[in-house]
């Protein structure tokens, strides 16, 4: 059974950069044709999806925050990190990992927490 666990700061400062990874269990992330997105959920607000990294490295972001968002995949950990640079008090959200269909999210992490204050 595929499980996924995200590990988050918790809490961040304005401007910094906000670093969250996925731990996954119960299967390989460079599976062929594996993708993985990350998916937040602003306080009141709908899900937003991030962006994906493919099982080989290729990655896709929001266009609204292509500018600020990195994926990366760390094969020797079986995890997946994303990295939000510049937050502000807005990025302020449950973030999730998923696995990703491409026209659903298969299997998804309990999600991490994270404010944005000084």
């Known amino acids: 059974q595929l499980q996924l666990q995200e590990s988050g700061p918790g809490l961040v400062k304005p401007s910094q950069t906000l670093s969250v990874t996925c731990t996954v269990s119960?299967?390989?992330?460079?599976?062929?044709?594996?993708?993985w997105s990350w998916i937040r959920q602003p306080p009141g607000k709908e899900l937003e999806w991030m962006g994906h990294?493919?099982?080989?490295?290729?990655?896709r972001y929001s266009p609204s925050l292509k500018s600020r968002t990195s994926i990366s995949l760390d094969t020797s950990k079986n995890q997946f990190t994303l990295k939000l640079r510049s937050v502000t008090p807005g990025d302020k959200a449950v973030y999730y990992c998923?696995?990703?269909?491409?026209?659903?999210?298969?299997?998804w992490g309990q999600g991490t927490r994270v404010t944005v204050s000084s």
């Open positions: 998923a696995k990703d269909l491409g026209w659903r999210f298969d299997y």
């Open positions: 990294i493919v099982y080989d490295d290729r990655t």
């Open positions: 119960g299967g390989s992330i460079t599976t062929s044709p594996t993708t």
